[in-house]
């Protein structure tokens, strides 16, 4: 009997639950053994094959539903080293695994990709693009499973805390996860019409200064209180961090795939510190309020679009496969299916899936930007300046010197 093997890996997103029983239910009817392999590569890299379930259509009928993954997940590489890689494809033929068909984001995508090679086309393999984080190579109106909930979730807890602000008269910076673009960012800032958003594709230049993100939030604040406002909402790219100078960053960790555990570098608490003494210099005594955001996301129950969006992936992913399909993403792009192959997705110079990053010059992010209350080259004309430069305790030569470098970066 030939046998489809299902993994996980990478960070949690609504609706890995419904890949997972669409494309069982799928193969279980086409004859075929299904095996969940428990925590993605973890065990595969380590040559153990005890961590498998089999799966059955009764079982994984009614998953689709539910957040979270019954096969849990892990960030393990398998190609982290010769040895990992030559286990888990040790693994797979001991499991006499016929197909595999891996669920994640990028690194889980290279590493697919990787193992694909090593297995020399003795095992067929199919990756379905996972993450809330919207970062996949596809075209810009195709998004990854996991965003649409994340985003609509999201959107509801940014609103409470703007309510929140508005009722105690404070501020909250607020980090939302995305290692390298901003498309969660912006989803939620842009649902949830939140104060301001900044994220990292606003900056061409590969480093940022932390002084350059505390003065744009100091600016949306003085702007805020020169319209009478004491109240606001920012939310930050967690892929900021990415782009401060490591000295700013001190200790780091990182995962297997040698990304830096970006959770850990408490980047609106460190802004929320630097903010708040600049402020508190001038006289100016402004409560800010650090807070994460992604953690709350990733196991939410699935909206109805991504159970569908999750359940045709998972079922055409598995078709693909049988049908002698290997090698590639499996995506849905107008309704069809569109096998995007992994040559085609990896980076030649870094050997990873190349990023998929916010479009700064799109109509759709300038309609967003233009909400946003935070300095702009509108505001440094003399009848603007005088009042900001009141609102921020500064003299008007001040307060241009302090922050009129903001405009001529963005421009």
């Not at 799966?55 to 979270?68: D, P, Y």
Request: glycine content about 10%.
């Amino acid at each position: 009997m030939k046998t489809l093997a299902i993994l996980v890996g990478g960070g949690p997103a609504p609706g890995i639950n419904g890949v997972i029983a669409a494309a069982t239910i799928e193969a279980r009817n086409q004859g075929v053994r299904v095996l969940g392999c428990y925590d993605g590569f973890k065990w595969l890299a380590r040559g153990e094959t005890a961590q498998v379930r089999e799966l059955e259509i009764a079982e994984v009928s009614r998953i689709h539903f539910e957040g979270g993954s019954i096969l849990r997940t892990s960030r393990e590489n398998p190609a982290k080293s010769a040895e990992t890689l030559r286990q888990a494809v040790q693994a797979l033929r001991a499991l006499e695994v016929t197909y595999l068909l891996t669920i994640g984001g990028d690194d889980t995508a290279s590493a697919a990709a990787r193992l694909t090679e090593a297995l020399e086309g003795s095992i067929a393999v199919a990756h379905v693009p996972k993450t809330i984080d919207n970062d996949l190579p596809l075209p810009p109106e195709v998004v990854t499973f996991g965003f649409t909930t994340a985003c609509n979730l999201g959107k509801d807890l940014v609103h409470n805390l703007m309510r929140d602000a508005v009722t105690t008269e404070r501020w909250f910076f607020v980090t939302v996860m995305g290692r390298r673009a901003g498309h969660l960012a912006l989803g939620i800032g842009g649902a949830a019409a939140a104060t301001l958003t900044i994220i990292a594709e606003e900056f061409p230049q590969p480093r940022i200064s932390l002084q350059t993100l505390a003065d744009t939030l100091e600016g949306a604040i003085i702007k805020r209180r020169a319209l009478g406002r004491e109240h606001g909402v920012a939310l930050l790219s967690e892929g900021l961090a990415d782009k401060l100078d490591p000295a700013t960053l001190g200790p780091v960790e990182v995962d297997s795939y040698g990304n830096v555990r970006l959770s850990e570098l408490e980047l609106a608490r460190v802004l929320k510190e630097r903010v708040t003494a600049s402020l508190k210099a001038r006289g100016l005594d402004i409560t800010i309020v650090a807070q994460d955001l992604g953690y709350e996301l990733r196991c939410a129950p699935p909206g109805g679009y991504d159970i569908q969006y999750c359940r045709s992936l998972g079922y055409w992913a598995t078709h693909f496969l049988l049908g002698g399909g290997t090698a590639a993403m499996v995506t849905i792009q107008g309704g069809r299916l569109i096998p995007v192959p992994f040559s085609e997705m990896v980076d030649k110079e870094t050997g990873r899936v190349r990023v998929r990053y916010v479009d700064t010059g799109s109509e759709m992010y300038q309609t967003l930007a233009a909400y946003m209350i935070r300095l702009k080259p509108e505001d440094f004309t003399p009848d603007h300046v005088r009042g900001l430069a009141r609102a921020a305790n500064l003299g008007e030569a001040e307060f241009m010197e302090r922050f009129g470098a903001l405009v001529e970066r963005r421009g």
